[in-house]
């Protein structure tokens, strides 16, 4: 397997790109995407800032940065999809939405910025204080992406009180590690970062009560005896809403992080589970049901299921590890912005779980 350094000049080389002295994200490169002219998102504007701020890239870091200041929409957070919009000549906000918010963007922006401050303090000649932009995107994460009566991360800032999708929240957005930050980085709201960690803990401990697999659904609701269990149909993306998807494939790896930085014992079981069930399979394949039954039609792999496997073995030190680098270096060729994205982070992580 090349090593981290290749593996960061590749990634960059095909997914960092410029307009003016803003940087991006290629999202879209294959033209899989609904929106057909899409360019990038908060998601990936999240995960460049983090893969730069640990490759150590201040330059790169300040110019995904910059994008993210000319995108902040009206509350304060990154506006969720930019298009290449040909017939005017420039990148703009998505038509249907793109203003507004998903909460994982903002929550890996803001942690990003938290590194870059312990790690350069501010920009060169002092053109951008990073802790200045932090606090306030925490603030506008605490007032427009958490519930502040379940105290659990909402889809994003569209989601208002009293609609269909208030006791909705999606385990993706469960990034511990980067809760942690705000609880440690964001003083004036450290009770409430404090509990919304306590709250993804117990919702984490209470799927594995309900699938001992560890698996955990896209998407969770919260039920009639005031615990969050996975929804029983669509809500949001598709059929499998209620399955190990293309969501929560990235929860083993955002689980796994928190650990190695704090070895809470609540979580242990959970990445125990996950990692036996992982270490038990003779290949890591595109989504499951959550008993662990492979979705019909996944019979194929691909990298962003299978990177977050090897880490939560790797942490678990699960005996059978190896097998799951083999099967990584095999889908080395199969090259995509998600599942290289949520690999090279599972490396620089696993690495520095800290971040500075």
């Known amino acids: 397997m090349p090593s981290i350094e290749q593996k960061y000049a590749e990634w960059r080389s095909t997914y960092v790109h410029a307009w003016g002295e803003m940087l991006y994200i290629d999202y879209n490169k294959k033209g899989e ?10 998601e990936a504007i999240g995960y460049g800032m983090l893969i ?14 910059r994008w993210f200041l000319y995108f902040k929409n009206s509350n304060g957070l990154c506006s969720w999809q930019q298009i290449d919009d040909k017939h005017n000549r420039t990148y703009c906000n998505a038509p249907d939405g793109g203003c507004n918010s998903a909460t994982d963007g903002d929550i890996d922006i803001a942690t990003s910025l938290f590194y870059a401050a312990r790690v350069w303090g501010r920009s060169p000649c002092g053109r951008h204080d990073y802790r200045q932009i932090a606090i306030p995107l925490c603030k506008a994460i ?14 994003g800032d569209w989601v208002k009180e009293g609609s269909s999708y208030t006791d909705v929240t999606r385990p993706s957005d469960f990034i511990l590690s980067g809760f942690l930050t705000f609880y440690n980085e964001d003083p004036e709201r450290s009770p409430q970062w404090s509990r919304v960690m306590d709250t993804i803990i117990t919702t984490v401990q209470h799927q594995l009560h309900l699938n001992p697999t560890g698996l955990i ?12 269990e996975p929804v029983t149909k669509q809500v949001l993306e598709s059929d499998n809403d209620k399955d190990y998807n293309w969501n929560s494939c990235r929860v083993p790896w955002r689980l796994s992080i928190y650990y190695l ?6 979580i242990q ?17 595109a989504g499951y049901h959550l008993s662990g039954h ?27 590890q190896g097998s799951i680098l083999t099967q990584m270096e095999e889908l080395e060729s199969d090259k995509s912005y998600f599942g290289d994205s949520i690999q090279m982070l599972c490396l620089l992580q696993s690495r520095n779980p800290r971040g500075y």
Request: aromatic residues 12%.
């Open 33 to 42: 995407v609904e929106q057909k002219n899409a360019i990038t998102c908060s």
């Open 52 to 65: 730069s701020v640990l490759m150590r890239n201040q330059e790169d870091f300040d110019g995904l940065l």
């Open 142 to 155: 605490w007032d427009h992406e958490i519930n502040h009566y379940t105290f659990m991360p909402t889809l």
């Open 217 to 228: 659904a896209d998407f969770l609701k919260l039920a009639a005896n005031g615990l969050f």
């Open 261 to 266: 930085l704090t070895f809470d014992a609540r």
């Open 269 to 285: 079981p959970t990445l125990m589970a996950q990692s036996s069930f992982f270490g038990s399979l003779p290949e890591v394949q």
């Open 294 to 320: 492979r979705i019909r039609d996944r019979s194929y792999s691909d990298m962003s299921y299978t990177a977050p496997a090897s880490v939560v073995m790797w942490t678990m030190r699960h005996p059978n």
